[in-house]
Structure formats: structure tokens, C-alpha cells
């Protein structure tokens, strides 16, 4: 091995995956809106300002998920897109879950993170495309830093994107 490749070998860091999903979601109590506190990068998400996801039963276990944000800066033109969220854990249980868009566009997430339907994060089996959500358009700093301190073992949490949010939760 060349010194170069060592060098570069000890100075990249190297993440794990994902960790284990929680043991279980509710997908009844996991509806509603979520407004996302921070994200990694995503092409769809570009120049996205108050961004949230909602999550709506169509059956016991099936859910409709509309996300949103302004385009640019909060009030200007809305971009919306919506999917369907499923199950892949046996009794509904959500923490491991497919959304499909567009028919055919799908991806396996899991919520590695849920405290009491009010925080959670979700992720890609890759850590990837991560996001720390809240049922709020703000979160307390400490909890938000524990959060940050645990993603830390899986993510470079400096690459973080911390959108605008609305405080006030509005959409046209």
C-alpha cells in the first residue's frame, strides 16, 4: 500500500450504517405534521425553506405523505410532492417503513429515533439522507444537541442543514 493511500485511509472517517430501527411505531400516533429541524443533502430539498411532512392514514397501517416547502423564502411558491408509507415490520409497526412516489419511486427508511410521537429522526439504511424531525417548528437545544452527539457516531453532522422553518406553521 502506498503512503498516500494510508494517509488518506486514516484521515477519511469511516461511519457504520444506520443503527437498528426503534423496537416499534405506531403508525396512527406517527400521523401528522412533522416540521424537519435538519437534514442531510437532497436534490429535491434544494433551496427548500419551511419544509414539513405530513402523514396521513388511509388505512390501519398505510399512510399518505405530503411534503412541503417554500421555494426560497417562506410565502413564495409552494413545492409539493406526495407518496405512500407502508410497513415493512410485521403489525403495522412503522419503524421500518417503504415510501413509494410517483408509483415508482420507492425507498426503505427507518426511525432510528422517537421520543414520545413529539421528535424522531428517519433515515436511509446508508445514513445517506437523514432527517431530525419535530411536531413543533423548534426544538429545545439540548435535546437537539443529543440528538446531533448520537448522529455523530453515524454521519458527519457538520454537513447538517438546518432550514428556515415557519414559526408559525403557515402554508397557502
Known sequence: MSIVSLIILTKTPSYAKAPAPVIYVNPIEFSGLWYEIARTYNSYEENCVAPTVEYKKISKTKLEVYNRCFKE?????LKEYKGVVEPLGSNGNMSLM??????????????????NYETAVVVDENMEYVWIMNRKPTIEN??????????NNYIDTDKLIFPLQDKNGRYK
Do not use: C, V
Not at 142 to 151: E, P
Open 73 to 77: 423564502k417562506i410565502g413564495a411558491d
Open 98 to 115: 417503504e415510501k413509494t412516489y410517483y408509483w415508482i419511486f420507492s425507498e426503505e427508511y427507518r426511525i432510528i429515533y422517537l421520543d
Open 142 to 151: 439540548k435535546k437537539l444537541g443529543d440528538i446531533i452527539s448520537m448522529l
